[in-house]
């Protein structure tokens, strides 16, 4: 069975999409409907922006959702999901890609969700730290014994967790986990406490917006974050997204149950080859590749 899977941000590189913007019609009149969608050129800024530029959370996130959404509608008939699955952000575009959301709702709830996480990390610093070498439940342990807001915020593969939360509470982490034998605890270059507590404001911004959406059927389940199951009821799938950005990323144990119910395949569709090694990690036996066009 084939797996589709979706990257989240930190997958962005200066140049992506422009392949597919010089190659098919579908995708740059895709690309131009994003520009007049967003309100500015985020085709400049993928195309011939800066690294900085485009690491800004308001660019970065609807710059990963065009590359990997517009990869999936030229692939055409050649793109036959039996399961999608998409990390943080990228469960937007797995939506879009197992017809949940349409293109142009897609775009908009991701790019409120980009300015909505934007004004909740102004609100309070925060940040995130990778952990490496320690069993999940001593990481959690860990979080819940330190003072402060510091939680487990992305299960990415056995030995691979992301804590985020306060920064004093991420750094006091930090050094406990050490000392519990992580082979590193490193605080990560990001803007804010993503998939924590501290994203609430953003969560009721982009709750109102899920509810305001119409979500359709789905043409196969999604392996959402949060529930990590095979899901393809409407109503759910808005309930999971709404949680998700105050719920921890769940990626090992959504690759387990998509193994579990039959995936052979897990084919990576868009910017970079992150989640294929995360899935090599989860169960060697998988078969990868990035999507081929």
């Given amino acids: 069975m084939n797996a589709y899977i979706f990257p989240g941000q930190g997958a962005q590189f200066v140049g992506m999409g422009l392949d597919l913007y010089e190659k098919y019609p ?69 939506l879009v890609a197992n017809n949940t959301l349409n293109f142009e709702d897609g775009l908009r709830l991701v790019s409120q969700r980009a300015q909505a996480m934007q004004q909740a990390c102004e609100l309070q610093q925060s940040t995130m730290a990778a952990v490496l070498g320690l069993e999940d439940d001593v990481v959690e342990r860990i979080c819940q014994e330190t003072e402060g807001i510091v939680v487990a915020a992305n299960y990415n593969c056995p030995g691979q967790l992301v804590i985020s939360g306060e920064v004093g509470a991420v750094n006091s982490a930090c050094e406990k986990l050490k000392e519990a034998g992580a082979r590193r605890a490193l605080v990560l270059p990001v803007g804010g406490a ?93 078969e990868t590749a990035s999507a081929a066009l």
């Fill in 194 to 286: 993503f998939h924590s507590p501290l994203m609430e404001p953003a969560r009721e911004v982009l709750a109102a917006a899920i509810e305001a959406t119409t979500f359709g059927n789905p043409i196969c389940p999604i392996y959402q974050n949060v529930s990590t199951t095979a899901i393809e009821d409407a109503n759910r799938i808005k309930e999971n997204l709404i949680l998700q950005l105050t719920a921890p990323v769940k990626w090992t144990q959504s690759v387990e149950n998509m193994i579990k119910d039959g995936a052979t395949l897990f084919t990576e569709v868009g910017p970079g080859r992150v989640l294929q090694g995360l899935v090599k990690k989860i169960n060697s036996n998988s």
């Fill in 26 to 94: 579908m995708a740059q009149e895709l690309f131009e409907e994003a520009n007049d969608i967003l309100g500015f050129s985020i085709t400049d800024t993928m195309f011939e922006g800066t690294a900085d530029e485009l690491k800004q959370t308001n660019v970065t996130q609807p710059a990963i959702y065009l590359h990997s959404v517009i990869m999936s509608k030229v692939m055409g008939d050649n793109f036959k999901p039996d399961m999608v699955a998409g990390h943080s952000l990228g469960e937007f575009s797995a």
